[in-house]
């Protein structure tokens, strides 16, 4: 299994709202990551987990809030999010043991803030 | 300030030439790169990757070449088809760090 899922594919959610976004993998990777892309650019790196720990947060705003339950499964927890919050949100997993891993990513999410 | 540039925000190439895309870096740490492909409403795909320590790595119809001197990379990718059509973006990386920083991202077109 080299795939890593997300859930949901998309999500509108509004300023008040409360939502969470969900990632699992199951190739054994010790190391994931969160990213957001807003169109026409890049992916931004915004947490890494590795081996269930948080290792970075590239200065994520606090409505932001990760989560590593096991080594398969991380969360994003989205609480007052901005409309330039709307972006798609992708995950990624790699090995974590070596230092060249390559990064698997899922579909991302789509989220929009109303 | 990016680190990861690629300074072609589009490629058109006729089916079954060569694309070749380009991508250039500041940081002198950076000693792992990789590229990757994306489609539209989907996660990126790993395509090859290279390590400082070699100045190209082939896999099928991809090559990447790596000029540490000049702080270059690039992606040909031989012969070109139409499936290849696609935003790729490069990737670099630090041994010993999770942090890969991606670049601005080249939209190839193969033509029919």
């Known amino acids: 299994d080299t795939e890593v899922t997300q859930t949901p594919k998309h999500l509108v959610m509004g300023m008040t709202n409360k939502k969470s976004l969900k990632c699992e993998q199951h190739?054994?990777?010790?190391?994931m990551y969160w990213y957001k892309q807003k169109a026409k650019k890049p992916p931004e790196l915004m947490f890494v987990?590795?081996?269930?720990?948080?290792?970075i947060n590239e200065s994520v705003p606090s409505r932001f809030s990760p989560e590593c339950p096991n080594s398969s499964l991380l969360n994003l927890h989205l609480h007052a999010l901005q409309p330039e919050d709307s972006a798609l949100y992708l995950c990624a997993s790699s090995h974590g043991g070596s230092n060249y891993n390559e990064q698997f990513f899922g579909p991302g999410t789509r989220l929009t803030v109303l | 300030d990016q680190q990861v540039k690629q300074n072609s925000p589009s490629l058109s190439v006729q089916e079954g030439r060569i694309s070749i895309l380009n991508c250039d870096y500041t940081n002198s740490m950076f000693d792992y790169f990789l590229w990757y492909k994306k489609y539209p409403a989907e996660g990126p795909t790993f395509l090859i990757s290279?390590?400082?320590?070699?100045d190209k790595n082939e896999d099928g119809r991809f090559t990447v070449f790596l000029n540490k001197s000049a702080k270059h990379l690039s992606l040909h990718i031989v012969p070109s088809q139409p499936g290849d059509s696609a935003v790729y973006f490069c990737?670099?990386?630090?041994?010993?760090?999770?942090?890969?920083?991606f670049g601005t991202g080249t939209r190839l077109k193969v033509l029919a």
């Open positions: 290279i390590s400082s320590i070699k």
């Open positions: 987990y590795s081996y269930e720990k948080l290792s």
């Open positions: 990737a670099a990386s630090s041994s010993g760090t999770y942090k890969y920083i």
């Open positions: 190739m054994g990777h010790r190391a």
